[in-house]
């Protein structure tokens, strides 16, 4: 995996190819598969992400009973043309919920780059792909550039939630959603980059502080501020607006503010929400 | 790290290290015992106890040791499947001490002929595991390789003896770790491999001199 986003535009450039093409070959020859064995398993994720939406049930519940029902509330109101977002951010949101409290019920879903966090990507992408009748083709390549960008936030800070807080699930995943929709618009590889910049810039500093120590509350709904943050930033690089810190320094101040996070807000529940006079309340009945 | 653990695994949720992680775990034991699992004991550490229950840490456990895959959606039906197959199951919780990572656990199994083995291994994040001692001996192995464990007095040639054969085979080795409980005594062998390495030339060193228990992890076979 790259560990610069810089570097993966300069290569681009100089290989003339484009860049989900670049993550590819990159990805290709350190894990020695063919580029059609990799496109064919990309393509698979994205059909377990198709799946991931479908299967919900807005009869099921977590087993702490804390989640589940809510984008079905969503819908209902999307399909009573009532929603203040207006239907294509309607149908975001209600897929990142769909995705992610299937989720925390058991159900299959892609880690994009984490289960906490597994809702933002898929919700962003189909909604985009129902809207503009993108092919799956188009959408796997997609998901490439979320991949790389991913790729480079692993590198450079982390994914995880214990080691960077939520800003490094959900935050990255933003991130990675908000360049693979710059890519799906036709945007510059200096779009796809503002984009991602962009995106996690506005949630750096998300503290992980889970109640009970679940997937729950409050990953579930933070979903649905990832999917439309990565849609507003897309739009905003796709306008002309740049990050005035690009994407890898960026990704660097994110590192940053991971390790001056005190361990209460990395995922322990033991800070936060998770330490609230309902957060205790809660942690204490199940 | 390759750009399929940025997208993907395709999992049932909803951790990856407290539900993915605890299913390859139980997995791992599973292909260690070969054979079907007749009696589980399932000891928690750390926040595989306190949070274990909401992540379904105990039936990804169960759907593990069962032969099911991460991405199986019979996991939370798990036990279920466990009473079909006459398997019996207990929790309890375990103090590892504190230098045992907090997604620990330990396993004790006795398989459908008797055979025993005792697993202690934790989920790392993201999905990945270490297994960590078997049997009470240490041992350090993810699982995604094919592992060889050899239990060995601790004289010289062994070392020689294990990796002649690997050579002899063609098998290239990934990683290679020694311990031992004090000059002389046990020694142990953990040697992850690229290739898989053949039942004959397991049970050739299984008769060997000095040789006490070889273990074999397949990362292949099916269940």
């Known amino acids: 995996m790259y560990d610069s986003i810089n570097k993966l535009i300069e290569d681009s450039q100089k290989m003339n190819l484009p860049l989900w093409k670049v993550i590819q070959k990159e990805d290709c020859h350190e894990e020695n598969i063919s580029e059609e064995e990799s496109f064919s398993l990309m393509k698979k994720m994205y059909e377990a992400m198709k799946s991931s939406e479908k299967s919900y049930n807005p009869k099921l519940r977590s087993r702490s009973g804390l989640v589940g029902g809510e984008a079905g509330k969503i819908e209902k109101r999307r399909m009573n043309r009532e929603l203040l977002v207006g239907d294509f951010m309607g149908r975001i949101m209600e897929k990142a919920l769909k995705i992610a409290e299937s989720n925390a019920c058991m159900k299959r879903i892609v880690a994009c780059p984490t289960a ?4 933002v990507l898929p919700a962003v992408l189909l909604t985009l792909q129902e809207e503009y009748n993108y092919t799956d083709e188009d959408m796997t390549k997609a998901l ?93 690089a796709l306008a002309g607006i740049t990050s005035r810190i690009p994407a890898d320094e960026v990704f660097d101040a994110m590192k940053l ?26 942690r204490k009945e199940l | ?131 960590n001692e078997l049997d009470g001996l240490t041992a350090n192995f993810s699982g995604d390789y094919p592992t060889l464990i050899v239990h060995n007095l601790d004289q010289p ?28 005594a046990h020694a142990v062998m953990i040697v992850e491999c690229d290739q898989e390495v053949p039942k004959s030339s397991i049970h050739w060193l299984e008769h060997l001199e000095g040789i006490e228990k070889v273990t074999y992890y397949s990362s292949q076979t099916e269940i």
């Open chain 1, 116 to 119: 906490g966090s597994c809702g």
């Open chain 1, 144 to 236: 490439y550039i979320a991949a790389g960008i991913g790729g480079v936030i692993a590198k450079r800070a982390s994914l995880s939630g214990a080691e960077g807080g939520c800003q490094a699930e959900i935050g990255s995943a933003s991130a990675m959603a908000a360049g693979a929709v710059a890519f799906l618009k036709n945007g510059s590889n200096d779009d796809i980059a503002n984009a991602s910049a962009l995106a996690l810039k506005s949630l750096l500093g998300l503290a992980c502080d889970p109640v009970a120590g679940l997937v729950e509350v409050p990953c579930v709904k933070r979903n649905v501020v990832g999917a439309l943050n990565a849609i507003s930033s897309a739009d905003m």
């Open chain 1, 257 to 282: 503010i991971g390790h001056c996070m005190s361990s209460e807000i990395r995922e322990t529940g033991k800070g936060g929400l998770a330490v609230t006079p309902q957060g205790e309340k809660i």
């Open chain 2, 1 to 131: 790290m390759n750009i399929f653990d940025i997208i993907g695994p395709i999992m049932v949720g909803p951790s990856s290290s407290h539900t993915a992680g605890a299913v390859k775990i139980g997995r791992v034991a599973r292909r260690l015992m070969d054979e079907d699992v007749k009696e589980a004991r399932i000891l928690f550490h750390g926040s595989f106890w306190t949070t274990g229950k909401g992540h379904g840490t105990d039936c990804a456990i169960v759907a593990g040791l069962l032969g099911l895959n991460v991405d199986d959606d019979r996991i939370p039906l798990s036990f279920d499947l466990a009473k079909e197959k006459k398997m019996t199951i207990s929790f309890d919780k375990i103090d590892l001490g504190e230098n045992a990572h907090p997604n620990s656990t330990k396993l004790i199994l006795k398989g459908i002929s008797g055979k025993e083995l005792e697993v202690v291994a934790s989920s790392i994040g993201g999905g990945r595991i270490m297994v």
């Open chain 2, 157 to 184: 040639g062994h070392v020689a003896e294990v990796t002649s054969m690997l050579q002899h085979k063609s098998i290239n080795i990934a990683t290679m770790q020694l311990y031992r409980s004090g000059r002389g």
